[in-house]
T-cell receptor, first 111, second 113 residues
Framework: GDSVTQMEGPVTLSEEAFLTINCTYT??????LFWYVQYPGEGLQLLLK?????DKGSNKGFEATYRKETTSFHLEKGSVQVSDSAVYFC??????????FGSGTQLTVLP | GAGVSQTPSNKVTEKGKYVELRCDPI?????LYWYRQSLGQGPEFLIY????????DSGLPNDRFFAVRPEGSVSTLKIQRTERGDSAVYLC???????????FGNGTRLTVT
């Protein structure tokens, strides 16, 4: 079945540091890929998505590129802020149409 | 506009009791999903409704879990004979259709003592 493996946390960075959170997936066919974010006390929010190979999703300075050859969708941001502190989830949506999530990565950004 | 609303936000119950969790999706959204999130884990799929019918209930862990959506809007997740292992945050999400992005509610935190 479909599965998502993401980099375990927690990750602690200083403000303005470069962020990478790794995500790889296993799926049949051509899934859509997503990053969701969960800020403290809030519900899951869609951060960005990519629906086909080589697509780049981007939002709020975050980027991720759908790499079919490496079955990866790594999340990157060039300069993190304290307000980016949250839990980040990689997810895929295959033919069954429900989302399959990774286990989440807790990010803490220190001022 | 209003997002996905889940009630109650917190529920504490004793082992063996019956509980109902409610989800009010975004108006006009035909697809509705239930997920369960245990501490330190990602959400796990439980059941998906398209309209009034359960299109995929393959994630329900056993027959103690049941969900309904009788009028194609509000949904109720029902858990019978609760066990301590059922303690988790239960998330509901809705989308315009089966191909559109999911919008999540804030969840119901269920604690079984």
């Amino acid at each position: 079945g479909d599965s998502v493996t993401q980099m375990e946390g927690p990750v602690t960075l200083s403000e303005e540091a470069f962020l990478t959170i790794n995500c790889t997936y296993t799926a049949t066919g051509y899934p859509s890929l997503f990053w969701y974010v969960q800020y403290p006390g809030e519900g899951l929010q869609l951060l960005l998505k990519a629906t086909k190979a080589d697509d780049k999703g981007s939002n709020k300075g975050f980027e991720a590129t759908y790499r079919k050859e490496t079955t990866s969708f790594h999340l990157e941001k060039g300069s993190v802020q304290v307000s980016d502190s949250a839990v980040y989830f990689c997810a895929l949506r295959g033919s069954a149409r429900q989302l399959t999530f990774g286990s989440g990565t807790q990010l803490t950004v220190l001022p | 506009g209003a997002g996905v609303s889940q009630t109650p936000s917190n529920k504490v119950t004793e082992k063996g009791k019956y509980v109902e969790l409610r989800c009010d999706p975004i108006s006009g959204h035909t697809a509705l999903y239930w997920y369960r999130q245990s501490l330190g884990q990602g959400p796990e799929f439980l059941i998906y409704f398209q309209g009034t019918g359960a299109a995929d209930d393959s994630g329900l862990p056993n027959d103690r879990f049941f969900a309904v959506r009788p009028e194609g809007s509000v949904s109720t997740l029902k858990i019978q004979r609760t066990e301590r292992g059922d303690s988790a945050v239960y998330l509901c999400a809705s989308s315009v259709d089966r191909n559109s992005p999911l919008h999540f509610g804030n969840g119901t935190r269920l604690t079984v003592t």
